[in-house]
């Protein structure tokens, strides 16, 4: 705890898949020597993400079913009190938020308590942008352009799958959304740590240029037509099926998915297999070793229009 005695707090912000799970397991690996709290929000109906960060000594905190902005943001500040309560503090608190948050509702969070304001401070909103896929968002998603806009850090990430040209073009337009924002670079999120925590660089008076009604508490509401369909199949999946399967779905509906990831329990496979997907864009490794009990898969697809009964019957097939 630095600067007034207060606990730093960062959030992790960016679009579906930008990279920010990649950046949280680089940072809870690092050798920084500070004790931190991390707290995860998922829009999928089923907890993914934290099978998907590295064993740490950090403690991690879920918040599943809906949006961190706006219907489990009572959840995120019943935990954050809890934190406070403890005698054991924390050197820093990271908060990764859903892809689909607006970050100014859960900003706010840290200035109409009392006793968080007290406590805590915000130290810095750091946002992926992924360079691959974020045009075909930019123009139509809300979220995806407050998320730039309120930025203190934005890491440009994935720049390895794009042409350099395509790289300075979209930081030339990321740069007219987001003037005062650090910028870097990066390839998986790689950046050195010290350049993200503790760097002070969050700026109330900024945000409230932004948007006058920042300190204003407002419903905020996501597109209808985006939506999470979580899916669980006991037992083990058919690695061929499974190939042949996500291959045609994401050559036919490849635009519609912004984000697929889970956790499969393959036939022949001691490990389960960890895939995730963005758009088009789909990769597969090993996951942690297998606990006791039975076997089984836990997939989530956020996207436009999806057809729940469908993909439930397209894995269920893969049995």
Do not use: Y
Not at 294 to 308: A, P, Q, T
């Amino acid at each position: 705890m630095e600067r007034n005695g207060k606990t730093p707090i960062t959030v992790l912000t960016g679009f579906l898949g930008s990279g920010k799970t990649t950046l949280l397991n680089r940072i809870l690996t690092e050798q920084h020597g500070k004790r931190i709290a991390v707290i995860e929000n998922e829009f999928g109906e089923i907890g993914i993400d934290n099978d998907l960060v590295v064993n740490a000594d950090e403690e991690i905190f879920e918040m599943n079913n809906g949006c961190i902005c706006c219907t489990v943001r009572g959840d995120l500040i019943r935990i954050l009190g809890n934190l406070m309560r403890r005698k054991s503090g924390f050197d820093h608190i990271l908060i990764e938020t859903t892809g689909l948050a607006d970050p100014a509702p859960v900003l706010q969070t840290f200035f109409v308590d009392d006793e968080m304001g007290e406590q805590l401070r915000l130290d810095a909103l750091i946002t992926l942008v992924d360079a691959k896929h974020v045009a075909l968002h930019l123009d139509e998603s809300t979220e995806c352009q407050e998320q730039i806009a309120f930025a203190d850090v934005i890491l440009l990430n994935k720049i390895d799958l794009v042409a350099a040209p395509d790289v300075e073009q979209l930081e030339t337009r990321i740069r007219k959304m987001n003037r005062f924002a650090t910028l870097h670079r990066t390839e998986r999120a790689e950046i050195d740590i010290t350049k993200l925590l503790d760097i002070g660089a969050f700026d109330l008076d900024r945000a409230l240029e932004l948007d006058p009604k920042f300190l204003q508490e407002d419903m905020h509401e996501h597109d209808p037509t985006v939506t999470s369909v979580g899916i669980e199949v006991a037992g083990e999946l058919d690695e061929a099926k499974l190939h042949k399967w996500i291959g045609k779905l994401l050559a036919e509906r490849g635009t519609d998915i912004f984000r697929m990831k889970g956790i499969l329990a393959v036939r022949g496979k001691p490990e389960p297999v960890v895939f995730q997907g963005v758009h088009m864009l789909f990769e597969s490794q090993a996951g942690k070793p297998w606990g006791r009990g039975l076997r089984s898969s836990r997939l989530v697809f956020i996207g436009r229009n999806l057809d729940r009964a469908e993909l439930s019957a397209a894995v269920r097939s893969c049995s």
